[in-house]
């Protein structure tokens, strides 16, 4: 009988960033965490974070009163300990896990600038990100659709499935575990695919609601995320 | 194959027309991934050996796509021993009579919509 191994990153999750003065002057006229200040996401299992439908909120809790704030926030000005949730439609992007917001003033490209949904920071404010399940934040595969199995490193292994969407080439997931857990991981594959169905899917990990789940197979193994690279974006 | 599990899918159509609806075998699945907070595409390897595969896309419930793809490997691998109806994973179609055939199923309920892209 087929089993379905499943793949989940840790989602819902969330960051918090305090925004320093040295951020401030690096983000001075441009997108607010480029530059050579990032707010960049970690500790998620190691994935970028690349597609704002990853994010279900951006907030801002201001340290002290700001006038310099989008019109759809609070008449654009806020006060402090005000929390304003941002438009991520407008003001917010997202790529290789460097969350980026758009001031509502400056003197740069008035590209970067949204005076109706930005939000220029200032030190000391708090932006927190919320994250969900996005694109290619979780998959399934069928045990027949794995192609092979081959280590990375001595704390990685990555797993070759059929693509979903074209035929002919490879999705990987490459995941993150203990050093030196290749054999057991393959054995535990083995094992899996030669065992009873357990009338559901296989975790190989699931980093959903909440918490870590991986089957007992896999248990020891050390799993601690993965990189989910299949061979073209959907 | 014998024995083999045949999954079906159909949008709120009338199964009139193409891609109102669509059965696959089982062996034919390649995986499912999500693509935002509210949708899971299921990938079956085409019919015709394109060189992209058939596409079902789902709206589902919001952050349910661990527990939709649970029931749909619980629904592709359970025993077809004995029985002659085929796997309903979802049909969103109601308004079919009820001498249509044997499809007695809704499936999945958390799938609340779907497109069939045929390669």
């Known amino acids: ?234 | 194959m014998e024995n083999e599990n045949y999954l079906f899918f159909a949008d709120g159509g009338d199964n009139d027309q193409a891609n109102d609806a669509i059965m696959f075998p089982a062996s034919r699945f390649h995986g499912a991934v999500s693509t935002d907070n509210t949708t899971l595409e299921f990938f079956f390897k085409d019919a015709a050996g394109a060189n992209s595969n058939d596409d079902i896309s789902c709206t589902i419930t919001a952050d349910k796509h661990e527990a939709v793809c649970n029931e749909f490997a619980s629904l592709a691998t359970r025993t077809k021993t004995n029985t002659n109806n085929f796997t309903v994973i979802s049909d969103l179609n109601g308004g079919l009579p009820s001498n249509e055939g044997p499809i007695s199923a809704v499936g999945i309920t958390a799938i609340t919509a779907m497109t069939i892209t045929t390669a």
């Not at chain 1, 304003?84 to 001031?103: K, M, Q, Y």
Request: glycine share 14%.
């Open chain 1, 1 to 234: 009988m087929e089993k379905y191994l499943y793949f989940r990153k840790f989602r819902p999750a969330s960051q918090s960033f305090t925004i320093t003065s040295t951020n401030v002057t690096n983000w001075a006229n441009i997108d607010q965490g480029s530059a050579t200040s990032f707010m960049e996401i970690t500790g998620l299992g190691g994935d970028d974070i690349d597609s704002e439908t990853e994010i279900a909120s951006v907030t801002v809790t201001a340290v002290g009163d700001n006038s310099n704030v989008g019109s759809n926030y609070s008449g654009g000005a806020v006060v402090a300990g005000e929390v304003v949730t941002l438009d991520l439609g407008d003001a917010v992007d997202i790529a290789n896990s460097r969350l980026r917001i758009e001031p509502a003033s400056g003197t740069g490209s008035g590209a970067n600038i949204d005076t109706a949904n930005g939000y220029t920071l200032v030190a000391g404010d708090i932006v927190t990100v919320t994250l969900q399940q996005g694109l290619e934040t979780c998959a399934m595969y069928p045990v027949s659709g794995l192609m092979s199995v081959t280590p990375a490193a001595t704390g990685s292994t990555v797993f070759n499935f059929k693509s979903l969407k074209a035929n002919g080439t490879i999705d990987t997931f490459t995941v993150a575990h203990a050093d030196g857990k290749y054999e057991e991981i393959v054995n535990a594959i083995n094992a899996i695919q030669m065992g009873k169905d357990k009338g559901g899917i296989v975790k190989v990990i699931d980093g959903g609601e909440g918490g870590l789940v991986i089957d007992a197979g896999l248990a020891g193994c050390g799993i601690t995320g993965f990189v989910y690279a299949p061979t073209a974006s959907y």
